[in-house]
């Protein structure tokens, strides 16, 4: 405790954990983070935090943990691999689980932390990283109302939108898997729309403006339609990730017998995509694929 | 003229139709209507309106005509036909032609009513019978500026965004098209998630509230959500609608040899869901499709 606020920790720097860690040090906790990127450390102590090696360095003094990494295998060898979380965090130290991961993972990591006497919050967090350097992200979490009380002062650092979605691991994750289904078909519909509209003779960005004011408009529509009308395929979402998170979708279907046909589809471009090379530029450069593949001049 | 007011002429009052019929009645338009429906003519001569027996009467005296039949083969009919448009309507007469058509239909049509001495305007509206009743259509419009600056007052009084988004007819049907491709794929989108939420356990409103916070959010699924979780399948626009409005984007892309996966796959879904007899049912109904291949129950 540092000025009645808990001690946090932050593992992952990432654009997400970045933002969350930034924010945290901003409203005044005293923020441990970790990554393994040397300069990514130099510049968070830069930047008034506490440069840890391991999460487990991270962890020790810490009563809220944040776990900012991309996938479920990277979350579980930040908690329980060597030099983990598990190794030296205190009982009843909050575990706030941010990556997206399959909702069974998720709701199994709940109840392995309970076991170890940690307080756990399955807490995907959605809003790109312009929204989590400002601490504006939104939740999607579930756990106890012991977790959440313990962590609300840190969770309303990092975000303005909390859902609390329920008791039980799982639930925020389940909710997240259904808003990557959303995201990541409106993010290929988005190129399908605008790379045809090319195709048919249209202005782009006449487009754009039409569509955002009608039915057809979505929040991936208005977010990512601009990287295709401005050709800038700088990568604040990659490719990649939707790979991972539709996949995720694709599974929990697949597990379910749960027939998928939209979301199957946009994987599919979104690994084309990938095949192609494009998995670490912006997730708007699917277009790129649609452009090749009609034969058509994207703007640049 | 009435008023110092042109006349006006509407050719089917369906929804969209007679909230535009309507509305021009309301702002004090010697208003003509066409239905084949005898029960709707009597509605709209109740309504203060002057019901007519074939588009050539309505056209007889009007100085704008509103097309707002269902496709092209009635528009085809509604102008060209016996006791059509063409026979009966005078010189420079504005031709507003509002169905969603394909493009290339469109823009011949454009032509062909040009070289009759017609002023026409390729008008495809969009928002829904709600917005039609209460004035407040958008229309996706191209045509010269003579037929926008004398239909203009009659087009402000049906509808509260008028794009003129060029001077050839077709360029208004592209866009309206790339709005469907969009809207189409985002309801089968919505169908698809909120299903898939519901197998996996999740409570359907409170998914649909976090969903429209997050960045999943699409018009559609703002829009039709409710109907899903609320189980109301009202047709405000059919699911058979949707076969037909995709399958014009997905002509236009076999045309130009442009492989649009989405659309055929979104399109798939209505075309499943017509088939089993759910063609005349709200195009949110296309969830119900997904219920049953995911043996999921739907809200009641």
Chains 1, 2 share one sequence.
């Not at 289904?181 to 993010?187: P, W």
């Not at 939209?262 to 450069?285: I, P, V, W």
Request: proline fraction near 5%; include cysteine.
């Amino acid at each position: 405790m540092i000025n009645n606020k808990p001690s946090v920790a932050v593992i992952g720097l990432g654009s997400m954990g970045w933002g969350a860690a930034a924010s945290l040090v901003r409203a005044g906790y005293e923020t441990r983070g970790v990554d393994i990127r040397e300069e990514i450390l130099q510049k968070f102590s830069a930047a008034g935090g506490i440069a840890c090696k391991t999460p487990a360095d991270a962890a020790r003094d810490a009563d809220i943990v944040f776990v900012f990494v991309v996938n479920d295998a990277q979350t579980e060898t930040a908690l329980f691999g060597e030099n983990g979380v598990l190794e030296t965090a205190a009982p009843e130290t909050v575990i706030v689980a941010c990556a997206t991961t399959p909702p069974a993972f998720a709701e199994e990591l709940g109840k392995r932390l309970a076991d170890k006497g940690m307080l756990p919050i399955d807490a995907p967090v959605s809003g790109g990283a312009a929204k989590a350097l400002t601490g504006e992200m939104t939740i999607m979490g579930s756990g106890s109302n012991e977790a959440f009380e313990k962590a609300k002062p840190a969770l309303e650092a990092i975000a303005t939108k909390i859902y609390r979605l329920g008791e039980d691991p799982g639930i925020g994750s389940r909710v997240k898997m259904i808003n990557q289904l959303l995201a990541g078909v409106h993010i290929a519909a988005t190129a399908e729309a605008l790379t045809l509209g090319i195709a048919q003779g249209l202005d782009p960005k006449m487009l754009y403006d039409v569509i955002c004011a009608s039915a057809g408009a979505s929040w991936m529509f208005e977010n990512r339609g601009p990287h295709i009308v401005e050709g800038n395929y700088t990568p604040y979402s990659a490719v990649d990730i939707f790979v991972k998170d539709l996949g995720i979708v694709s599974g929990a279907g697949a597990a379910a017998n749960f027939p998928l046909p939209l979301t199957e589809t946009a994987l599919d471009q979104f690994k084309q995509a990938s095949a192609a090379g494009l998995g670490r530029e912006d997730d708007a450069a699917v277009a790129k694929l649609y452009a090749q593949r009609g034969n058509v001049k994207l703007p640049e």
